[in-house]
Structure formats: C-alpha cells, structure tokens
C-alpha cells in the first residue's frame, strides 16, 4: 500500500507559478504511477498529469491539453515524492488538486476510477 499526501497548494495572481508535491509512504513507491487530477466545484474530477513507474530510465509523461506546455510532471523516487510545476497560470486552473496512484509499468489512464490511492488534496486558486 501506499499513503499519499499533497502540498504547495495556495493563492496565485494570473501568470504566476506554484509547485506542487505529492509525498508517498512506501518502500516501492517506484513500482507506482503517479498522475494528478483536479476538481473544481460543480465539475467533474479531471485528468491533468501523469507520470508512468520507473521500469526503464525513461520516465513517460503525460499532460492534458489544458495545462500541455505550461505544467511539468516529474518524479524524485529517492524522495518518494512526485512535483507538479505549473507556470503561467490562469483562473481557471483554480480547483483541488489530488495526486493518485496505482501500481504498475502500463500506460497512464485517464480515468480517475482506476487509481488505487488518492491524496487528501490540496487548493489552487488563480486570481485574474
């Protein structure tokens, strides 16, 4: 099993930039693929990035088309901890953002039903 817990969330004018780190409990935490999903009130959880297991040296990513050159995904497996970088960020990136896992080498899903592990969350809010 393993126990994740968000951080770097806050308050952002437009155009600003925050990290956000998703910190794993876990000796096999490299086994995991770590995505990010965010939810905004009223609105479904979406997908938003993703990074596959460290099976091989490269690490795949993968990114919505909303958040495509403006966020990065990256994984530290000495730290156990995934960061999401986010520059230029706008209002409507506003939600919760949760980071999720599941064990495996396969590709990223999309879909949020099939992670095993969810972080408790952590609130992005984008001033205009």
């Known amino acids: 099993q393993v126990q994740l817990v968000e951080s770097g969330g806050g308050l952002v004018q437009a155009g600003g930039s925050l990290r956000l780190s998703c910190a794993a409990s876990?000796?096999?935490?490299?086994?995991?693929?770590i995505v990010w999903f965010r939810q905004a009130p009223g609105k479904e959880r979406d997908f938003v990035a993703g990074?596959?297991?460290?099976?091989?040296?490269?690490?795949?990513?993968y990114y919505s088309d909303s958040v495509k050159g403006r966020f990065t995904i990256s994984r530290d497996n000495a730290k156990n901890t995934v960061y999401l970088q986010m520059n230029s960020l706008k209002p409507e990136d506003t939600a919760v953002y949760y980071c999720a896992a599941t064990r495996g080498s396969g590709s990223i899903s999309y879909q949020p039903q099939l992670y095993d592990y969810w972080g408790q969350g952590t609130q992005v809010t984008v001033s205009s």
């Open positions: 876990g000796r096999t935490f490299s086994s995991y693929a």
């Open positions: 990074i596959r297991s460290s099976s091989t040296i490269t690490y795949y990513t």
